[in-house]
């Protein structure tokens, strides 16, 4: 069996992928990964063979902090949107030739059922968090690119829900249905009900992201796609962590960062008598001076590293959360846009830490979420839910994808 599996967005939408497509390695599988050329390199090293797709997707991260800006207007959302499903109709297309099934992932993947129909192939959808699926027991997740922000929980989710599809036609309908009328398909009334399907398959931890109706069978909950990462930890990491009492991790991934947050960061972490490893992600964050008590770093092992730390600060990225609970390690989040919100109120809901509100932190107020998480039955409680995080999650994946002779078979 020849597999594409596709994504449009940074680490936390390929990454799920790339372990899928290893898992699907040693089962004996052939792939293929279609994703932004930002992560050529690292995918190669893997041995997977890749089309890149669409910009590189570092641009948008920055080390400056999110301010108000003017929103789209209608025409610059036209173009947008016709840029990026022309780019995915020519490079899925591509990357699609001789394979058996196409799984896209995330949730910007607007061509990929139709290159999929057009080849004749099955095709799945997967998601990372539940709250992207529509569902009446959650409203949508907030559209950075609107300015959203959380729902408050006064309106119907229904509701809400059925804006939320408008969006997506209004958005996406017109340049879909023009290329797949190119190609000789019908056309899409339900843009998200065509990109999700109606039988979606959430790659979330059902222990930390559950799908809110257990009795509903047209969702596929296979638990995270783990990548598994051998890597050893630095010596310069392996020294600092040695030197001292567990030290609190600061990442904010492959997102923008608010205006100042080194400083802020360093500062709580002090405050509390910790010291403090930051990463340095995509947004170049740095320290604030040359004390010891802090330490710079890149890429790492968070699977290795987590267990060694006394709380991990994060942007609630599915894949760090997900780290974080699997290490057993208490949690500040601090949500930025999208699920990231969801995430921060699941970390509350569980006591395995804290949602920082959705605003820049102050010291005081990173200081404070931290003290909290910092408690002991919290961390009592973090390592607990650890042992309930699956980690069979892309086997899972993997075993379905293998057993279909069909697309009815999903």
């Given at each position: ?385 650890a042992d309930a995080v699956r980690t069979d999650g892309t086997n899972t994946a993997a075993q379905r994808l293998m057993a279909a002779d069909s697309q009815s078979s999903f």
């Amino acid at each position: 069996m020849r597999v594409l599996l596709s994504t449009i967005g940074s680490r936390g939408d390929v990454q799920p992928l790339v372990a899928l497509a290893l898992r699907l390695r040693a089962l004996g599988q052939e792939v293929r990964v279609c994703a932004p050329p930002d992560f050529r390199d690292w995918i190669d090293t893997l041995g997977i063979p890749f089309t890149p797709s669409g910009p590189e997707v570092r641009q948008t991260a920055t080390s400056s902090a999110p301010v108000a800006r003017a929103q789209p207007s209608p025409e610059q959302l036209r173009q947008l949107a016709e840029s990026t499903v022309a780019t995915q109709f020519v490079t899925v297309t591509a990357a699609a030739q001789g394979c058996d099934i196409l799984v896209a992932g995330g949730y910007l993947q607007i061509a990929t059922r139709s290159v999929a129909e057009q080849m004749g192939i099955p095709y799945v959808w997967a998601g990372y968090c539940p709250i992207a699926l529509p569902s009446p027991h959650h409203a949508p997740p907030p559209l950075s690119l609107r300015g959203g922000t959380p729902s408050d929980g006064t309106a119907d989710n229904r509701m809400l829900w059925a804006q939320d599809a408008r969006r997506w036609n209004d958005t996406f309908g017109a340049v879909l249905n023009a290329h797949r009328a190119s190609a000789g398909l019908a056309s899409v009334t339900d843009v998200r009900s065509h990109i999700f399907t109606d039988k979606p398959w959430l790659a979330a931890d059902p222990t930390l992201g559950p799908w809110p109706d257990p009795a509903d069978r047209d969702v596929l909950q296979t638990g995270a796609w783990i990548l598994p990462d051998q890597r050893p930890l630095s010596p310069e990491l392996e020294t600092f962590l040695d030197a001292g009492e567990p030290p609190v991790y600061f990442g904010f991934g492959s997102i923008r960062a608010p205006q100042d947050l080194s400083q802020v960061m360093i500062q709580a972490a002090r405050a509390l008598g910790h010291r403090a490893i930051v990463s340095r992600g995509w947004a170049s964050l740095s320290l604030v001076d040359g004390e010891p008590d802090c330490l710079s770093i890149g890429d790492v092992n968070q699977q290795a590293l987590f267990k060694r730390v006394a709380a991990v600060v994060h942007h609630g990225g599915a894949g760090t959360t997900t780290a974080a609970a699997r290490a057993g390690a208490p949690q500040v989040v601090i949500p930025q846009v999208y699920d990231q919100h969801y995430w921060a109120q699941r970390i509350d809901h569980l006591k395995i830490g804290t949602g920082h509100p959705p605003v820049p932190p102050t010291v005081d107020s990173l200081a404070a979420a931290l003290s909290h998480a910092l408690q002991p039955d919290v961390a009592t409680r973090a390592q607990f839910i650890a042992d309930a995080v699956r980690t069979d999650g892309t086997n899972t994946a993997a075993q379905r994808l293998m057993a279909a002779d069909s697309q009815s078979s999903f």
